[in-house]
């Protein structure tokens, strides 16, 4: 095991939705692998890619908005992870 895959995600990025929202959406958990937290967000962004193409071919705004969660979960799991890696 390197180095890398020993430090983990520090559970500190939130997601909010709408302004003056007090609660998250979604968070990120602490202790996930970085290494596992950034495969799934690289999985994630290629979830992103077929849907916003899909919903621009398609005409179809849910799967746009859709493709916008996910990036931003996406962008949750890498910061976190970023903050993980400098600790």
Request: glycine residues 6%.
């Amino acid at each position: 095991m390197t180095k890398d895959e020993t430090k983990t995600t520090v559970g500190k990025t939130r997601f909010f939705q709408g302004e003056h929202q007090t609660q998250p959406l979604f968070c990120i958990e602490p202790g996930i692998p970085c290494q596992y937290a950034r495969e799934q967000a690289s999985e994630l962004m290629g979830y992103v890619r077929d849907l916003t193409l899909s919903g621009l071919l398609d005409e179809n705004p849910q799967l746009v908005w859709a493709s916008y969660y996910l990036s931003a979960l996406a962008k949750a799991l890498l910061d976190d992870a970023e903050m993980g890696m400098t600790h």
